[in-house]
Nanobody
Framework: QLQLVESGGGLVQAGGSLRLSCAAS????????MGWFRQPPGKEHEFVAA????????DYAKSVKGRFTISRDDAKNTVYLQMNSLKPEDTAIYYC????????????????WGQGTQVTVSS
């Protein structure tokens, strides 16, 4: 399993941008599909974005498609989530996660999770 640490969260005004990073430690990072999930206040976890272990496949939740971009740098063992045109409804704790599947959006397929980073979007 990987150990994952998220960073880059914070407070931003609506329409602004943030880039989240998730640094992984452990073996064979490039063999894992990576995902971002979020938990809005008082709500369940929800899928945000995922990237396959070969970087040529990605998937996004409808609510963020066209605004968020997931990417990875296997040389740095890091996955990123670039978030543009942020909306108040994007406010949540954002978690990165790792899966041994080729590409998946099912949270039960992810065996390693970070502690989360708070993103707050003010109106």
């Amino acid at each position: 399993q990987l150990q994952l640490v998220e960073s880059g969260g914070g407070l931003v005004q609506a329409g602004g941008s943030l880039r989240l990073s998730c640094a992984a430690s452990g073996r064979a990072f490039s063999s894992y599909a990576m995902g971002w999930f979020r938990q809005p206040p008082g709500k369940e976890h929800e899928f945000v974005a995922a990237i396959g272990w070969r970087s040529d496949t990605t998937d996004y939740a409808k609510s963020v498609k066209g605004r968020f971009t997931i990417s990875r740098d296997d040389a740095k063992n890091t996955v990123y989530l670039q978030m543009n045109s942020l909306k108040p409804e994007d406010t949540a704790i954002y978690y990165c996660a790792a899966s041994l599947e080729v590409l998946t959006t099912d949270p039960t397929d992810f065996g390693s999770w970070g502690q989360g980073t708070q993103v707050t979007v003010s109106s």
